[in-house]
């Protein structure tokens, strides 16, 4: 099991810009991907944005423009940087990572509060 420690959470206007850090346990380039999760309050938890091994990326639809996965390899962590934070993107983040043999594990999360 990979353990995996979120940072970079907090409050910030509409407009603003965050980013936040995921460092892992092992080294991240034997991982075949790391992602960010959120999960907000009544919904389900959904796809923020995935980095793969190769550097490949995927976002979702709705961050697509705004959100930028990162990794550094030397340091073992990933980051999310989030600008044009709008207050739909207020969720609790989650760090997500899965092995070339399927197993998958997840961050405690961190809040992240956007006012209008």
């Known amino acids: 099991q990979v353990q995996l420690v979120e940072s970079g959470g907090g409050l910030v206007q509409a407009g603003g810009s965050l980013r936040l850090s995921c460092a892992a346990s092992r080294t991240i380039s034997t991982l075949n991907s790391m992602g960010w999760y959120r999960q907000a309050p009544g919904k389900q938890r959904e796809l923020v944005a995935r980095?793969?091994?190769?550097?490949?990326?995927n976002y979702g639809t709705s961050v697509k423009g705004r959100f930028t996965i990162s990794r550094d390899n030397t340091k073992n962590t990933v980051y999310l940087q989030m600008n044009s934070l709008k207050p739909e993107d207020t969720a609790v983040y989650y760090c997500?990572?899965?092995?070339?043999?399927?197993?998958?594990?997840w961050g405690q999360g961190t809040q992240v509060t956007v006012s209008s």
């Open positions: 980095i793969f091994s190769g550097g490949n990326t």
């Open positions: 997500n990572s899965v092995s070339f043999v399927g197993v998958s594990s």
